[in-house]
């Protein structure tokens, strides 16, 4: 028997949620939704299922941003996306490693719903415009402007070097063995003197509210912090396309990803909201 399109092109259906969600739990709930439709579908009407499967996938992840929108507005803390373990073979694609990379992800969130539709199709799928235009309810010419003026949004403000996985892996070793150990030198060694570092604990568990800015500020926060707790262990792994940490305090797991620019960390993004973790230990299948 042929393989139901829904099930050969779940990994990039996924893909497409997620990019436009930031979460993997509400991306396999629009998959759930979309499969729903897909059973009811006469498949001799369908030409391209691949394209019609992506358009009701975009369809009901906008409908599901726009239901999230206002309790992300009442987060408590900062926002960051959902991380998701990867293998080392994301990377290889180098787009669709960074449009997952939580950096472009978080500044996908600084979108409107049919802007971060609009940048995902085309930017990272490569759809056509009108098949876009499709998927969202709008002209071909409206989207052409919407696709325009999201790619100057993101391009302004999405990391500007472009990081070898070689060098991004010796950094992220370089900062879990100083957080083990907990010295500052080390510490410090490896920061830009501008780092800015981004908490998640939605509430759930302590993390900084806002924005924590200054080697000087974040160093001795994280040296603090691995030597006040019970238990603590980090390592490395693979988030969202890019190696990061995985760290266990008095065995709760927390996700670092880091920026890195010139050898050092300009960005870090700590996810500690226990609701954000559920998935650490499934290896998430992409694909575009």
């Not at 100083?178 to 568990?205: K, N, W």
């Amino acid at each position: 028997m042929n393989e139901d399109p829904f099930v050969a092109h779940r990994r990039l259906l996924f893909t497409v949620a997620y990019e436009m969600l930031g979460a993997a739990a509400d991306a396999e709930d629009v998959l759930q939704e979309s499969w729903l439709r897909w059973a009811g579908v006469d498949r001799s009407r369908v030409g391209d299922a691949r394209a019609y499967l992506v358009r009701v996938v975009t369809r009901q992840a906008l409908n599901r941003l726009r239901t999230l929108s206002r309790s992300r507005e009442e987060y408590v803390g900062e926002w960051l996306p959902e991380p998701l373990l990867t293998s080392p073979d994301v990377a290889e694609d180098v787009e669709l490693a960074e449009s997952v990379s939580m950096a472009v992800l978080t500044v996908l969130e600084t979108l409107g719903p049919p802007e971060r539709a609009v940048f995902v199709l085309r930017e990272v799928f490569e759809m056509p415009y009108g098949e876009i235009a499709r998927a969202v309810g709008k002209s071909p010419a409206a989207v052409r402007q919407i696709a325009r003026r999201a790619r100057e949004h993101v391009s302004a403000r999405r990391p500007r070097v472009a990081v070898d996985r070689a060098q991004q892996q010796s950094v992220v070793e370089r900062f879990l063995a100083a957080l083990r150990t907990g010295r500052l030198q080390e510490l410090m060694e490896v920061m830009a003197p501008d780092v800015v570092m981004i908490a998640d604990g939605g509430g759930h568990v302590a993390a900084a509210l806002v924005p924590v800015r200054g080697a000087d500020v974040v160093v001795p926060l994280l040296a603090r912090a691995s030597r006040v707790v019970t238990a603590f262990d980090a390592k490395a792994v693979w988030l969202n396309g890019a190696p990061a940490g995985r760290i266990e305090i008095d065995g709760r797991p927390a996700a670092v990803s880091l920026e890195v620019e010139d050898g050092r960390i300009t960005r870090i993004y700590v996810v500690r909201n226990p609701r954000k973790l559920t998935r650490l230990d499934d290896m998430a299948e992409l694909a575009r």
